[in-house]
């Protein structure tokens, strides 16, 4: 009994003396990042990265879209709102950067019931799906208010750091609000309101042959099955869609197939529709695409046609008199 | 399971405290459970076959070969045993078919545990153990189930059916020791990797200095992860108390290469010397050096050939046979020179010899780690060519701090090392009870902040 005592006090005491230092380093701030995100190598302060503290900050005001759409870099690059207003609907695109399933969960679970959306377009990154969910997590401490959700989320990574940079950013928030920072201007990118970003960047990268097999994290798969379950639960039909990649990536993914017809087919068990546009589309590398992964504004345009013609086309949106958008 | 992650951070605390509330009776059990179900986590599931038939086989033959008459009964069992331990081995880890699909994480090492325990029945130097599942713990007691040490019978089975006492101070030590292993590991080696992973994944884009730094660097990293985990697994046996061998004894203080082999990897070294190189130099004896020369390199080619089935294994095995081949023939002329000089005894020498030893040992790592063998001689011929420039040596980090927490890190460690007395953490804990808190909570601090956390496997994890 008095070993036991003597542990939780030990244990109690270590939590008192951590929450301290973090105290104290998240207190000192050195050109524009805090101590504790030097030493823990988390680099992004508030508005640096992807947009996101203007995307977080226009969301607080968003309610009732049509499309919603969650993803990686992939979907904050791919997805243009303009393209969808053609045609009366109003889309939010909710992507930031290195965004897992798991980071996609959380955020979805915080904010479905503000923006009740009408379909949510889920973009699925399979190269973002090797990866924990903590480079992913960085981008949303830096720029989006403290919640519940995202302590579920620093606790889901499985890092350490991710937790510590959440007590941080506790403390950070109370000496610099958030509501003090301005977005931060990135080269060649341009925010455009409904969260997409537009980049003026036509081609500008250089193929090489490196050929790696992607190895999905178990989790990322469970967290995609959780997400389907979660737009279940709030009645929202929800599509998953593989964004067309190029030719170059696509080849030196060989395990590619392997891991689409997975996700396929768990898509297909919850009867949710699951588009690869893989199989259907043909973009050209160097006229198509800014990098080896996104698509430059051409490439956007092209595929958000006929993204929003197979949406229209399996029902998923019911066509709609031209005309002002309301719901926005 | 990693050591590092999350999950073992969660697993082990659990474990624990089951192992508190069992009864003695229950205990053995309860470690054999969780010991596969540490191995399942692997999600592997053909590892767990080869575990369990590893287990069958190895008690089958051991009871076999004790209770035989002759001993030419003897010796077939002992070799149906080691056949079939050996065939597992070949099959997981040497096929193409298995070991391009699955990494036989662990195998080598119950597999050699399982060889030294049904030649030690042979040799009458232990007796074949009677109880199933106390020698399914043995092989499989998750500690030590993925990397070693490689445990002796006589020393782990013992401690296994001892009955269980709470003990304060093993269980400070053992935590003491787990939290110094992932030091070395999260803090340490992680971070060097950094730079290793840079040049040695593209060695071609180098020349010169970054080449000779990333090689010494890689031969810290190794050190740093390996040792790393063996203090994590035997401070995670310590809390039940169970005292695994020590695997490690400060390895680049060696004045020679011999010397080396006795201080790195202790339990896999001390292996091969028992079961490869003495048969092998009792059966070359007759030849003299030579046939010390001839048991050494083929028990080094097999130390490389176990490692993996790649050509930098074999030349990093054959480069180490050679180094102690020629040590047989140099070693008395080196003596009485050093006695005609009057420096033997001098401890300039001694730190000459820590220097060369250290750097002869870097020179093989250079094959270990290299990718090819095209990699390897690149870098061997390229190492001192070049522009004499420091910027690409340091031009690895993704910012700039990076190298001063190497740095802080590696002080941090220094400062501990010079500390304790050997692996006496006590000795550091004879503090006032505040300031003993006081370093041990800001050591865990350091862990928790300067640690790398992403998904990073142990080195060895792969051999």
């Not at chain 2, 470690?31 to 590893?54: C, D, E, N, R």
Request: net charge positive.
């Amino acid at each position: 009994m008095r070993n036991t005592c003597r542990l939780v006090f030990l244990i109690i005491g270590f939590a008192i003396f951590y929450f301290t230092v973090v105290f104290i380093l998240s207190s000192i701030q050195f050109k524009g990042l805090t101590l504790l995100q030097i030493l823990t190598a988390d680099k992004i302060g508030p508005g640096g990265w992807g947009h996101s503290l203007l995307r977080f900050r226009e969301l607080q005001n968003i309610k009732n879209v049509d499309i919603l759409f969650v993803g990686s870099s992939k979907a904050y690059r791919g997805y243009d709102p303009r393209v969808f207003q053609t045609k009366n609907y109003a889309a939010f695109n909710m992507g930031s950067t290195s965004q897992t399933p798991m980071n996609t969960y959380f955020l979805l679970k915080q904010y479905l019931p503000k923006i009740k959306p009408k379909v949510i377009v889920f973009d699925l990154d399979i190269t973002d799906m090797a990866m924990d969910g903590y480079e992913g997590i960085l981008d949303l401490l830096a720029n989006i208010p403290i919640s519940w959700e995202l302590l579920e989320m620093s606790v889901a990574t499985g890092n350490p750091h991710a937790v510590t940079n959440f007590l941080g950013k506790l403390i950070r928030d109370q000496k610099w609000p958030l509501a003090s920072f301005d977005q931060q201007n990135m080269k060649n990118d341009k925010y455009i309101s409904g969260g997409y970003v537009e980049t003026t960047i036509d081609s500008e990268w250089v193929a090489d042959d490196n050929i790696a097999k992607i190895k999905i994290l178990n989790n990322q798969l469970d967290y995609c099955s959780k997400i389907l379950e979660l737009a279940k639960t709030f009645n929202i039909p929800i599509v998953e869609v593989i964004q067309p990649m190029n030719d170059i990536l696509l080849r030196s993914i060989p395990n590619y197939k392997t891991i689409a017809d997975h996700l396929k087919n768990s898509a297909m068990k919850r009867s949710v529709i699951f588009i690869d546009f893989n199989n259907t589309m043909h973009l050209d590398p160097f006229v198509d695409y800014m990098d080896e992964f996104h698509l430059n504004q051409k490439g956007v345009l092209k595929y958000n046609t006929v993204l929003l013609d197979r949406l229209m086309a399996n029902k998923v949106l019911l066509p709609r008199a031209v005309g002002p958008i309301g719901t926005h | 399971m990693a050591f590092n992650t999350f999950s073992y951070l969660l697993f082990l605390p659990v474990i624990f405290l089951l192992f508190l509330i069992c009864t003695d009776r229950l205990r053995w059990l309860l470690l054999l459970v969780t010991s596969f179900i540490f191995y399942a986590f692997l999600l592997k599931p053909l590892l767990l076959f080869v575990l369990l038939a590893v287990i069958v086989i190895s008690f089958f033959f051991g009871m076999h070969i004790e209770k035989a008459i002759t001993s030419a009964e003897r010796k077939k069992f002992l070799w149906f045993g080691i056949s079939g331990n050996l065939f597992l081995l070949v099959l997981m880890k040497y096929l193409p078919f298995t070991s391009s699909r699955i990494i036989a994480i662990g195998v080598s090492f119950y597999v050699f545990q399982a060889i030294s325990y049904l030649a030690d029945i042979y040799l009458n130097m232990a007796k074949a153990e009677t109880h199933f599942g106390y020698f399914a713990l043995y092989l499989s007691f998750f500690p030590k189930l993925l990397q070693g040490p490689i445990e002796r019978a006589g020393n782990l089975l013992p401690q296994l059916k001892a009955k269980y006492a709470f003990d304060y101070a093993n269980f400070r030590f053992g935590l003491l020791l787990f939290a110094w292993g992932l030091f070395k590991k999260v803090v340490i080696a992680d971070r060097l990797g950094v730079y290793v992973d840079i040049v040695y994944n593209n060695v071609h884009a180098f020349t010169g200095l970054p080449l000779l730094l990333s090689t010494w660097a890689y031969a810290f990293q190794m050190y740093m992860d390996f040792s790393g985990y063996t203090d994590m697994a035997l401070g995670s046996a310590r809390l039940f108390n169970i005292n695994l061998t020590q695997n490690f004894n400060n390895p680049y203080m060696a004045t020679s290469v011999a010397d080396f082999w006795r201080r790195w990897h202790i339990s896999l070294s001390r292996w091969i010397f028992d079961y490869v190189f003495e048969p092998l130099q009792m059966t070359f004896r007759s030849y003299g050096k030579w046939g010390t020369t001839c048991s050494l390199l083929a028990t080094f080619l097999v130390c490389g050939i176990w490692h993996g089935a790649s050509w930098c294994f074999v030349f990093w095995g054959l480069i180490y046979g050679i180094y102690l081949s020629c040590s047989v023939f140099y070693r008395p002329f080196q003596k009485k020179l050093y006695a005609a000089l009057g420096i033997e005894k001098a401890r300039f020498l001694k730190y000459w010899r820590i220097f060369v030893t250290f750097n002869l040992i870097s020179f093989a790592f250079v094959f270990f780690r290299s990718n090819t063998l095209g990699d390897a001689f690149y870098l061997i011929t390229h190492m001192f060519t070049g522009k004499k420039n420091l910027q690409p040596a340091f031009a690895f980090s993704q910012g700039k701090y990076e190298l001063g927490f190497l740095f802080m890190a590696a002080l941090i460690y220094v400062c501990i090392c010079v500390l304790r007395k050997n692996y006496d953490f006590l000795s550091f804990l004879k503090l006032s009870p505040f300031k003993k808190c006081l370093a041990v909570y800001s050591f865990m601090t350091i862990i928790l902040i300067l640690g790398k956390f992403h998904h990073t496997n142990f080195m060895y994890f792969k051999f």
